[in-house]
Every structure is written in C-alpha cells, then in structure tokens.
C-alpha cells in the first residue's frame, strides 16, 4: 500500500478538536458536554449581516476578484483607520479565513527549510501551516508563571540563524490570552528591523482588550512598515467563524504580489461571506459594546471561578477570550479525555484543550489547559462546578 506524505505524517492534530470523538460519544448516551475548548462564540452575529443574507438579490452566485470585492476593501480602511491602522484598498487582500492568510503569508516569504520564530504557547494551527509550506518553527518559551510575558531579547537571538526569516506573533494571544505591551513590541521591532526579518501578526482578537493597556498593532511599528504581514478575520468580532473571510494585509508590494497568484490558484474569496462580512461593518457601535461588556463578565466569572477551585490556578488574561489554566494533574490530556470517557456529575460533564498540543516544545504544558469563555455566564458558572467535581473523583489528580 503507498505511502502518505512526509508531510502528512507530521502534520498536527487539533489539540481543540482532537478529543472531539470522545465528545460526540459523550453525547450519544445523553450526558451533557460544556464546550469550553472551543473560540465559537455563541454571541448573536450582527442582523446587519443575517439581514444581507437572507436579502440576497443576485440571480448569480458569481466568482468574486481573487483580491475581494473593491466595495468590501474600502470600507475595511474606515474600520482600522479606527485603530490608527493607514492602510490602502490595494494593501488588503480578502482571504478564506484567517487561516488562508497564514497560509498564504508563510508559503509566499517562507522558503522550505526557512524558520519562524513563535512565542509558545501558540495557537496550534500555525504549526500545521508551517509544515504545509515547508517551514520550520521555532519556539521561545513564555511561562505561566511569568504570566506569558516575553523573554528577554536575547533569547529570540540565541534562536536566530541564516535560516530564521520570521517573527509570528498573536496579539491579543490565543491560546494565553496575553496583551503584548509596548515594550514587547518595540523589542520585536527592533529584531525585525536588526535582523531584516517577516513579522506576522495575527491580531484577529482586537476588539476584545480588557485593560487599560493600549493596542499596538505591528501596522504601528515605525521602521518595518515593509516587513509587516498583518493577520486579520472577522469569525471572531463578529460570530461569524462559518463565513470564512479573513484578510492579509502588508505594505509590501512584492508580498502582495506573491500572495496573489496563491489568491488566483484559489480562484475567490467567498462570495456570501464577503457579502455578510461587509454588512457587518455597518452595524452600530452598540453591538460590539454588548459584545464586550459580555464577555468582561464572562472573563471574571472565569478566571474567578477558576482560582477557586482547589490546586487551580489561571492568569488573567487581558484580551482574546480564552485562558490557560493550570490543573492539579500530572497529564491534562488523559485527564480531559478521562472527563469525556469516564465521568459525569448529573448526567453533565465539561470538554476543555489540553494545553500541550499549543507548545511545540515536548514536555511544556502537560498540567496545563486551555478554556475558551465563549459560553453565557450560567453555563460557565455550571461547567466550573462540573470541572471542581471531576478534579475530585479523578484518580490522576496530583496535590
């Protein structure tokens, strides 16, 4: 029998979905599964975007421009303009997700063999992107302890080789829900700017800042304005993670050029997506604040929560919606396999990411797990409880 590829034998499974058959199987005998390992907000999508939907008059579902629809583009340069972020029409590029544009980003400046350089934990999926174009990740280490901080900068040097091409960034992060500071960035400009590196910046959580610390985008960093690849997508600020539209956006002409022949072998962008994601836009400023006083309940209820349960401990995170916590457990991934498999309390039990499948280091993060607060208040209030019982009757539980 042939052989899979080189390519498919490494690539990564979900630590999010990968315990999902253990779920499904949950479910079939009639226990109820909190779902905190998941970014799916549960939040209304804008009825702007519905309302585009449902009022569709095209007699053609047509190919739309490989780059996006010019309407859509243009309305995108009000929005980050928002966020002191100048940017053109001609510098967006509309992509099938946030993840297309990773994808596109790396396999446009990534030669195979290249490096990134990716603070860990990070969110898994970049991992598997670096492997479909050939592209080797490597990791500084960021702690619990230390709150996910950066390292210092020399750590990053020790790191930098003839290969190194790149700096990947994830700001706000998934999977920490860290909000990188001011420092932090000039501290990567200054890598960059020394080393004439890439720097990706995935800051598709923006909207979601729960400080008084500011957001600094990579668009913000004097200096590098050619070597920024900017990361974007709507699936999360606006519920609508099914619609598929995401966006790169650089500077960099040669990069964009590059992008898209990618662009042009993928043909389009999704039409109906386009369609909702520019509706979205022009949905009233007092959608996103009930968005984000929802989940800055939702953040305390959490993290509260949490620290209270005996032998547990959480950071607070200051953006995103998600948080890793540290469990009283030598191995979180058979503990939440063990949740899904083997326990339930009232017919009801929780299904959370074991933290490991976020760092590319082996051994990093076995006690750890990552909770996404994407559930109302009295469902996260009631998966904690479920969570404490299951600490208590796990037979791998370490003090």
Request: aromatic fraction near 10%; include cysteine.
């Amino acid at each position: 029998m042939p052989k899979i590829s080189v390519r498919g034998f490494e690539m990564p499974a979900s630590p999010i979905r990968k315990l999902a058959p253990l779920a499904n199987a949950a479910k079939q005998r009639g226990i109820h599964v909190y779902h905190l390992n998941i970014g799916q907000p549960d939040l209304p999508t804008p009825p702007a975007a519905i309302n585009a939907i449902r009022n569709i008059d095209r007699t053609i579902l047509e190919y739309s421009p490989s780059q996006g629809y010019l309407s859509y583009r243009q309305k995108l340069v009000s929005y980050y303009a928002k966020y002191n972020i100048d940017v053109t029409p001609d510098d967006i590029i509309i992509t099938s997700g946030g993840s297309e544009a990773v994808l596109f980003a790396f396999l446009s400046c990534l030669n195979p063999g290249d490096e990134i350089i990716v603070p860990e934990p990070a969110y898994a999926n970049y991992m598997a992107f670096a492997i479909s174009a050939g592209a080797v990740i490597r990791t500084v280490t960021t702690t619990i302890e230390e709150g996910f901080s950066l390292p210092k900068v020399e750590k990053f040097e020790e790191l930098i080789n003839e290969r190194t091409r790149a700096i990947l960034i994830c700001n706000p992060n998934n999977p920490t829900g860290y909000l990188y500071t001011r420092r932090e960035m000039n501290q990567i400009r200054d890598l960059v700017k020394k080393y004439d590196l890439y720097l990706f910046s995935d800051e598709v959580y923006r909207e979601f800042i729960y400080t008084g610390s500011p957001y600094i985008s990579a668009c913000h960093l004097e200096g590098i304005e050619q070597n920024v690849v900017l990361i974007d997508s709507v699936s999360k600020r606006y519920s609508e993670c099914g619609i598929r539209i995401g966006a790169l956006i650089t500077k960099n002409e040669e990069v964009r050029k590059a992008v898209m022949k990618f662009c042009q072998a993928r043909l389009s962008p999704p039409l109906i997506g386009q369609i909702a994601a520019e509706a979205s836009l022009d949905e009233g400023e007092e959608y996103s604040r009930e968005v984000y006083d929802e989940y800055v309940e939702r953040r305390k209820c959490l993290i509260d929560g949490l620290n209270r349960i005996p032998g547990v401990y959480s950071p607070i995170p200051m953006g995103a919606f998600y948080t890793v916590a540290k469990l009283p457990v030598e191995d979180a991934e058979d503990f939440c396999a063990w949740c899904l498999r083997d326990f339930n309390y009232e017919g009801e039990t929780v299904m959370m990411a074991p933290a490991a499948g976020f760092y590319t280091t082996p051994g990093l993060g076995r006690n750890e797990v990552r909770l996404a607060y994407v559930l109302k208040k009295p469902d996260l209030m009631r998966a904690l409880f479920v969570l404490s019982k299951a600490l208590e009757a796990y037979p791998g539980r370490k003090d």
